[in-house]
């Protein structure tokens, strides 16, 4: 067996006004609370550190560059660092990222046991639009704030396994797992900030959401015999509800641990890597069962055709 003991830390809301420092703070308790519960590693959401800056539309960009990290760690985040080292624990962090050339990603980084950085993931299924769109019930800005990811799906070896990592929408997406799949990924690390309501589509509520959170992660799980950690913040941020709905998922798409509340929530559980072998050894050994030559649609053509 080769298990890891990975705490989900679902983050309640973060309000505009909130710091860095006061979100860090709680952070850290979160990360003492997986500690006590002996975790290995810490998965944090998608950008963490600031409210879901993306539902305001903004024109200056001085103040949407104000949501962006400029280097990771930074002196605000060193602490959260500081505390992973000291506790020997593994971390994910997702947060806005803008590079010394100007780039602005929706990004997510995976730091060893001494907290040093050793994967970087970019988000690459950016939802939303890009202009102020009066009809909608709630803005979804990310076309506007941040670049499709330039990294692709990696995956790195880490605490003796094969780790990947996704943000948010791309877990709708079924390339997403493929590809790292492809890899032999055998745990994947997904943040989300998911509004309760569709903009566009108010029928589509909060219960509707999570039973598509959960589908997405449990599905990518089975497709690819692989451990799903999906991690949400959560709760009324400035007005605006996001789903909870946290999830730790096996290889075979159980669901083994779940969040109860919308709030600050650490969810621990043993994931045995080595349980990923027997699906990816039988119904999903790629190697003997796939048929790549009736796959080219899928990397040739972006959107669907109806034939003729």
Same mark, same amino acid.
């Given at each position: 067996?080769?298990?890891?003991? +990975?705490?989900?830390?679902?983050?309640?809301?973060?309000?505009?006004?909130?710091?860095?420092?006061?979100?860090?703070?709680? *952070?850290? @308790?979160? *990360?003492?609370?997986?500690?006590?519960?002996?975790?290995?590693?810490?998965?944090?959401?998608?950008?963490?550190?600031?409210?879901?800056?993306?539902?305001?539309? *903004?024109?200056?960009?001085?103040?949407?560059? &104000?949501?962006?990290?400029?280097?990771?760690?930074?002196?605000?985040?060193?602490?959260?660092?500081?505390? @992973?080292?000291?506790?020997?624990?593994?971390?994910?962090?997702?947060?806005?990222?803008?590079?010394?050339?100007?780039?602005?990603?929706?990004?997510?980084?995976?730091?060893?046991?001494?907290? %040093?950085?050793?994967?970087?993931? !970019?988000?690459?299924?950016?939802?939303?639009?890009?202009?102020?769109?009066?009809?909608? $019930?709630?803005?979804?800005?990310?076309?506007?704030?941040?670049?499709?990811?330039?990294?692709?799906?990696?995956?790195?070896? $880490?605490?003796?396994?094969?780790?990947?990592?996704? =943000?948010?929408?791309? !877990?709708?997406?079924?390339?997403?797992?493929?590809?790292?799949?492809?890899?032999?990924?055998?745990?994947?690390?997904?943040?989300?900030?998911?509004? /309760?309501?569709? &903009?566009?589509?108010?029928?589509?509520?909060?219960?509707?959401?999570?039973?598509?959170?959960?589908? /997405?992660?449990?599905?990518?799980?089975?497709? %690819? $015999?692989?451990?799903?950690?999906?991690?949400?913040?959560?709760?009324?941020?400035?007005? #605006?509800?996001?789903?909870?709905? /946290?999830?730790?998922?096996?290889?075979?798409?159980?669901?083994?641990?779940?969040? +109860?509340?919308?709030?600050?929530?650490?969810?621990?559980?043993?994931?045995?890597?080595?349980?990923?072998?027997?699906?990816?050894?039988?119904?999903?050994?790629?190697?003997?069962? !796939?048929?790549?030559? #009736?796959?080219?649609? =899928?990397? $040739? !053509?972006?959107?669907?055709?109806?034939?003729?």
């Amino acid at each position: 067996m080769r298990v890891i003991n +990975v705490a989900a830390a679902q983050m309640g809301p973060i309000q505009r006004a909130d710091s860095h420092e006061a979100v860090v703070a709680r *952070m850290i @308790a979160l *990360m003492d609370e997986a500690k006590r519960k002996d975790a290995d590693l810490i998965v944090y959401p998608e950008l963490a550190l600031t409210t879901f800056f993306p539902r305001w539309y *903004m024109e200056d960009q001085a103040e949407v560059d &104000s949501w962006f990290e400029r280097e990771m760690p930074n002196a605000a985040v060193q602490p959260l660092f500081d505390r @992973a080292a000291q506790h020997q624990m593994a971390m994910h962090l997702g947060y806005a990222e803008l590079t010394p050339d100007g780039h602005h990603y929706n990004t997510a980084v995976l730091t060893d046991r001494a907290g %040093n950085v050793v994967g970087k993931y !970019r988000k690459v299924h950016l939802p939303g639009h890009e202009e102020f769109e009066p009809e909608r $019930s709630h803005q979804h800005l990310e076309k506007r704030y941040f670049e499709p990811g330039d990294l692709g799906f990696p995956v790195w070896r $880490s605490l003796d396994g094969i780790i990947g990592m996704a =943000i948010c929408n791309d !877990r709708r997406w079924p390339e997403t797992y493929r590809v790292m799949g492809l890899q032999d990924v055998e745990l994947v690390l997904i943040g989300y900030n998911t509004p /309760s309501v569709n &903009s566009l589509k108010s029928a589509e509520g909060l219960q509707q959401r999570l039973f598509h959170n959960r589908l /997405s992660a449990q599905a990518g799980a089975y497709h %690819n $015999s692989c451990w799903v950690v999906a991690v949400a913040k959560a709760g009324v941020e400035d007005g #605006h509800h996001l789903i909870g709905g /946290s999830l730790i998922v096996n290889p075979d798409g159980e669901i083994v641990a779940e969040a +109860v509340t919308e709030g600050d929530e650490v969810l621990v559980a043993p994931c045995d890597l080595d349980a990923t072998r027997f699906g990816k050894q039988t119904i999903f050994d790629f190697a003997r069962h !796939r048929r790549i030559e #009736h796959y080219g649609l =899928i990397t $040739s !053509r972006t959107g669907a055709v109806p034939p003729e």
